[in-house]
Structures are given as structure tokens and as C-alpha cells.
């Protein structure tokens, strides 16, 4: 079985229904034989450049260990879903488990906005 690294940029209307779609994901991946090292939900961030007339979207990562098979159906499940605006799937050499530099980042905006918000307080 390979690693590999997938990013999801969803439609930021369905941010609500993310979980749902997470945990049908991870169900595919666990039916196969495969394993979930690590899921990130990086929020709703702005865009480079708009994708059908969106400025922001939803961004999830996810490092998962599967074999082939079980990759097609996700990528098949990917460009069936309306509410996935794009998918990045990267091939690793070993399982990423510890938080990648974006949720580092994501945290320390997390941490900077609560410590305002507390200071206006």
C-alpha cells in the first residue's frame, strides 16, 4: 500500500455538510484496507484566483495509506460530487501524522484572533 496526501477545495456553502462528507471518505478508505494517518480541517480561506465565481472555499487535508483500487473510487467519488471544487492527490514516501505547516498557520490565526478578541474585551 502507498501514502498519499489529498487536498479538497469544497464549495463554501457546503461547509456545514463537510463532516458528513469526511466520514463517508474515510469510511471508502477503512473499507478497502486502507488507514487514515491524519485529517485537517484548514476552514474557509480565500482563493488565488476564482473557481466558478468563488473568491473563498473550504480546504481540507487528509494523509491516507491505501492501495490503488481504493484511490480510483475516491477520485471517482471526488469528480462526481458537485460540492468538491478541485482535489490534489500527491504520492509520499512515508505517512505524514504530525500538523503540516498550513495548520500550524491556521492555528497561530486561530490564536491571534481569540487574543484580540480578548483584548477588545
Not at 77 to 82: E, I, L, S, V
Not at 97 to 117: C, F, I, L, W
Request: charged fraction near 30%; proline fraction near 2%.
Amino acid at each position: 500500500m502507498r501514502h498519499y496526501e489529498i487536498i479538497l477545495m469544497i464549495h463554501p456553502d457546503q461547509s456545514e455538510q463537510v463532516p458528513a462528507m469526511l466520514e463517508r471518505y474515510k469510511g471508502m478508505i477503512v473499507a478497502g484496507g486502507g488507514k487514515v494517518h491524519r485529517v485537517e480541517d484548514w476552514g474557509r480561506r480565500q482563493m488565488v484566483y476564482m473557481i466558478n465565481k468563488l473568491a473563498k472555499s473550504h480546504y481540507l487535508c487528509i494523509n491516507i495509506e491505501a492501495d490503488q483500487t481504493v484511490m480510483a473510487d475516491l477520485e471517482h467519488a471526488f469528480k462526481f460530487n458537485d460540492a468538491v471544487l478541485r482535489h490534489l492527490t500527491v504520492l509520499k514516501k512515508k505517512a505524514d501524522t504530525g500538523p503540516s505547516s498550513m495548520m500550524k498557520t491556521v492555528e497561530r490565526e486561530d490564536a491571534r484572533k481569540t487574543q484580540q478578541a480578548e483584548y477588545q474585551a
